[in-house]
Nanobody
Framework: QVQLVESGGGLVQAGGSLRLSCAAS????????MGWFRQAPGKEREFVSA????????VHADSVKGRFTISRDNAKSTVYLQMNSLKLEDTAVYYC?????????????????WGQGTQVTVSS
């Protein structure tokens, strides 16, 4: 049974930082590309960042480029999202997802497994 468990969300002031983690189990982690998505109230889910199974290729949405960094530790079956210079518009529930492919997709419909999400709230 595949499980993805996010952690690290919380309340932070604008300009601050948070580091999200997603611990995976029940799958061969290095065989999966991993992605982070987010959904704000009243809005559709949107792609944030993704990383290839070997960590050698990453992609970020334009809205977070230069502020967010995705990384992974295959020995720990964990993917991370370092979020710096947070803005009010980054407020959302953040989800990690696993995609059994070499190169990550930005389309969430391509992902096989999802976590339950973690809330990130940025205040002024």
């Amino acid at each position: 049974q595949v499980q993805l468990v996010e952690s690290g969300g919380g309340l932070v002031q604008a300009g601050g930082s948070l580091r999200l983690s997603c611990a995976a189990s029940g799958l061969t982690f290095s065989s999966y590309s991993m992605g982070w998505f987010r959904q704000a109230p009243g809005k559709e889910r949107e792609f944030v960042s993704a990383i290839a199974g070997n960590g050698g290729w990453t992609v970020h949405a334009d809205s977070v480029k230069g502020r967010f960094t995705i990384s992974r530790d295959n020995a720990k079956s964990t993917v991370y999202l370092q979020m710096n210079s947070l803005k009010l518009e980054d407020t959302a529930v953040y989800y990690c997802a696993a995609d059994r492919t070499l190169f990550p997709h930005t389309n969430g419909d391509r992902y096989d497994y999802w976590g339950q999400g973690t809330q990130v709230t940025v205040s002024s």
